[in-house]
């Protein structure tokens, strides 16, 4: 291929260069964020939450992005998924397991919303509002009729390793390690879960069944010509998303040490903003890439939120407000970038 | 091949804007048969096609195809046999996906979707092949995504793509209309070649007097929902142009050609 051609065959011409440019901009991203949370003084417990809330971000990036199907249920999903875990936890199940439970609950949200859009025909906005509306009761009951199941005392997967953890950081590092060590076992134990779901899913987009999610999105007249059912897609897209988000309230719930049918409030925009804030600052273009790019984004979300809070020194009571903020800026910048553009270009 | 008896569908019905799309109609296709379909703007041309492909359910009659009756059955199972082209060539194939995605999910067709690799390193050559055919130098840009071609080259993957899984019949929506001369002429070649080659039924939709003299065996001219006259054997060897349009305008009211069908 001559070298001039990467104009007419711009895809030739990403290959392995974009390959290596996205690499780069996620290492300057971690290298900033470093800096950020050092000088800021962000404690590094940001991190862990963002990790515990990343794969919401990977839900709506699944449902938004990869099925064009507008879903709110992500606020359903998480409570559920999280009073799941909670209540088997606290009646001696392994957190392995409660996790995985957590998933098929947050997956039968999903599988609610999908049927009530082909069923009914309402769209996916109405569909998933239904849903969410619906989930607050079902969550409440799942807990036994308590707003709130607390797990003092119960084996999670981040108080099953604390103390081993916290002995062995002391006796490598000092004293000084102590106050972090469970901030440091979350980072890590999330992490890991986070690193292996993005791995399973990466490998389900590149199935056949995962190659027909993807194009129902962008062309369901054609998934219907070639034969297959895009209902069934639309199915399996919204329950594998949904599942995630269930996971990612299980995680958070053994993080806060108890679940609370009010968590999944405002998640939606908080999942959004993660998705823009991957692919502004990270570009990303191949399916691994985006995917990545979605549990960074709320990575970074977590971390910007967690750093206005001790930089203004605000009470916990304005959280909502301020993640209202901080979301409104990651939508709203790229827009008036654009707009700012378009006024030079007619201006000069 | 394909049979419709007596089908009929309506659409808004019992309001005032209902429309007879279809009236009863009747129409017979023979196996390796090739059938352009031609007539004004709501002839009900593409109500047909959506009443065979599914996406419209008959109201009345029944529908065969291969010897099975699919009246009821889903737009998603009939296409296991049925190939479609669009009029728009951003309908058959999917953006945001690589040529070789495309063609990969294609080649699903007639079998369940599972968790084999989508992309399989297998099934290239036989990609390579089908596109090289073309002679558009598609073969060179498998992972090149689909939203970066022109419209000539959609319609020519989308012909591959539609004829790729072997299907019974092949239904063609006008789908050069949208394309220049040149890559109309090209997309028509590549659809007799794959038409021979597979041994396909067809039946397409033409806004172009031209083509269907040109193409086919047989020539239908619906109007109003109904099919007013067919030319087949002999006397469609010899049509022209200039016969359709004359038996056009004999057929009276109610019959308008295009300015754009007279001058194709």
Redesign the interface.
């Known amino acids: ?1 001559a070298v001039n051609s990467s104009a007419a ?4 011409a990403r ?1 392995s260069n974009i390959l290596g440019d996205f690499f780069l901009r996620v290492i300057v991203l971690t290298i900033v964020i470093a800096a950020f949370m050092r000088f800021g003084n962000v404690n590094i417990g940001a991190i862990g939450q963002g990790l515990g809330y990343a794969l919401a971000g990977v839900t709506v990036f699944l449902t938004f992005r990869v099925l064009g199907f507008v879903d709110l249920t992500v606020d359903g999903a998480f409570p559920i998924g999280g009073a799941v875990c909670a209540v088997l936890i606290f009646g001696g199940v392994r957190a392995e397991i409660a996790i995985l439970a957590a998933f098929v609950a947050g997956a039968l949200t999903g599988l609610a919303t999908a049927l009530i859009d082909i069923l009914f025909k309402i769209e996916g906005l109405l569909a998933s509002i239904i849903v969410i509306t619906g989930a607050y009761t079902v969550t409440l009951h799942i807990m036994g009729g308590k707003s709130n199941v607390p797990l003092l005392g119960k084996e999670t997967l981040i108080s099953r390793h604390s103390r081993d953890f916290r002995n062995w950081l002391v006796e490598q590092f000092g004293d000084q390690m102590r106050r972090q060590s469970t901030n440091l076992l979350e980072i890590m134990i999330f992490g890991l879960v986070v690193i292996v779901v993005l791995v399973i899913l990466y490998w389900f987009l ?7 999610i ?2 129902t999105g ?2 369901d ?10 209902h069934l897609m639309i199915i399996i897209g919204l329950m594998v998303a949904n599942g995630l988000t269930g996971l990612a309230g299980s995680m958070v719930v053994q993080q806060f040490g108890f679940a609370d049918v009010s968590l999944g409030f405002g998640l939606i925009i908080r999942g959004l903003a993660a998705v823009i804030i991957g692919e502004v600052l990270l570009r990303p273009r191949t399916v691994g890439q985006l995917l990545i790019a979605a549990a960074a984004g709320m990575l970074v979300f977590d971390i910007s939120r967690a750093w206005i809070f001790s930089a203004l020194d605000l009470p916990t009571t304005d959280i909502q407000l301020v993640s209202a903020l901080v979301v409104l800026a990651a939508l709203g910048t790229p827009r008036l970038y654009d707009q700012w553009q378009s006024y030079r270009q007619r201006h000069n | 091949m394909l049979r419709l008896d007596n089908v009929s569908v309506t659409f808004n019905a019992g309001t005032p804007n209902e429309v007879r799309a279809l009236q009863n109609l009747s129409l017979f296709v023979e196996d390796g048969e090739f059938v352009t379909v031609i007539g004004s703007n709501g002839a009900g041309k593409s109500t047909l096609f959506n009443v065979v492909s599914g996406a419209v359910h008959a109201d009345s009659g029944r529908i065969e195809l291969d010897g099975e009756d699919i009246t009821i059955s889903p737009e998603y199972q009939r296409s296991h046999d049925i190939g479609r082209v669009f009029q728009d060539p951003r309908l058959g194939t999917c953006p945001g996906l690589t040529i070789r995605e495309n063609l990969s999910l294609a080649a699903i067709h007639g079998r369940r979707a599972g968790f084999r690799r989508d992309v399989k390193k297998a099934e290239e050559s036989w990609f390579i092949e089908q596109l090289e055919r073309q002679r558009l130098g598609l073969e060179h840009r498998l992972d090149a995504d689909v939203a970066l071609l022109s419209g000539g080259q959609r319609q020519a993957i989308t012909l591959v793509m539609a004829t790729l899984a072997k299907p019974k019949l092949l239904l063609l929506d006008e789908h050069t209309a949208a394309l220049d001369p040149n890559a109309a002429e090209q997309v028509i070649s590549l659809t007799q070649e794959l038409a021979e080659a597979n041994d396909l039924s067809v039946v397409m939709i033409t806004h172009s007097m031209q083509q269907a003299c040109d193409l086919g065996d047989r020539v239908i001219m619906m109007n109003q929902g109904k099919i007013e006259f067919e030319i087949s054997g002999e006397e469609r060897e010899n049509l022209t142009p200039a016969d359709l349009i004359e038996r056009f305008h004999s057929l009276g009211s109610g019959a308008e050609l295009s300015d754009r069908q007279l001058l194709a």
């Open positions: 291929m065959e711009p895809q030739q290959g590149r199935t056949e069944i995962g190659l027909a993807r194009a962008k062309n007249q054609m998934v219907r010509a070639t034969g297959l059912n895009h």
